[in-house]
């Protein structure tokens, strides 16, 4: 059989070489891509061959096309645009473990254990808050006006019916009524809830877990580990702290 060598002739275009090699460098690039999608699931940033970076939260492959979701919404990019798709650097802190019971021995002990009771929470936890929020200074007030003893911010104070927030029971009652919401908001997670104390709910939301913020990466970290390790916190002498001292806050405390 003759085969014709018209432009139009369809088994001629099959055989076209220049053809084959796009249709060979896009599979390859899909296959990656796909590669990606069901290796990477927690991939956060899709690199661009023009060097740009999108941090999303998921992506799709349809085609020579890939749908990138992010925070806002979602974009359509061609496949052979994107060179990579890079893991966000996962926050790892350590888990909240059992224990023998540890007395407290620091300031406001009684208070602690009376407000840790009514709201089911670790005393040992409630105290390590309280010396990271304001090392036990109960007219401590931060720059983004966080006060007292458990830097409860003024709308905060105000839906939980504080009349006096420099009255350490008061702010001791509402800022473990706030710390149990978190709780409550993350399924128990003592770490993403020491988040949302510190950076706020919506950061924790908006990064999917604990912010990659230094300020708060450091103060989950160093408070579940002085839960574990049993340490009952002491006042520390004025100028330093238990951890960070609340006044960098990134975002203010939200309703839950």
Known sequence: MKIMTSPENPMLRLCNPRSWTTRLARAFALAAICLCAGNAAHAEYAVMRSGARFHITGYEVSGATVRLHLAGGAVDVAADDILRFEPEEIFQAEPIVAKPVVTLNGPYA???????????????????????????????????????????????????????????????????????????????????????????????????????????????????????????????????????????????????
């Open 110 to 256: 009684e208070l602690i254990r009376v407000a840790a009771a009514k709201y089911a929470l670790d005393p040992l936890l409630l105290a390590n808050v309280m010396a990271a929020e304001s090392n036990f200074n109960p007219r401590a007030v931060s720059p983004k006006n966080a006060q007292g003893l458990m830097q409860l911010m003024p709308q905060t104070s105000s839906r939980l019916l504080v009349k006096n927030p420099f009255d350490p029971a008061q702010n001791i009652d509402a800022g473990a009524a706030y710390l149990k919401q978190m709780l409550n908001r993350f399924d128990g997670n003592v770490e993403l809830a020491l988040a949302a104390y510190n950076a706020g709910p919506d950061r924790v939301i908006q990064y999917g877990g604990v912010p990659p913020f230094r300020e708060t990466q450091d103060y989950v970290r160093r408070i579940t580990t002085r839960v574990n390790q049993g340490i009952s916190p002491a006042a520390l002498p004025a100028g330093t702290s238990n951890v960070q001292f609340s006044a960098s806050r990134k975002s203010p405390q939200t309703k839950p």
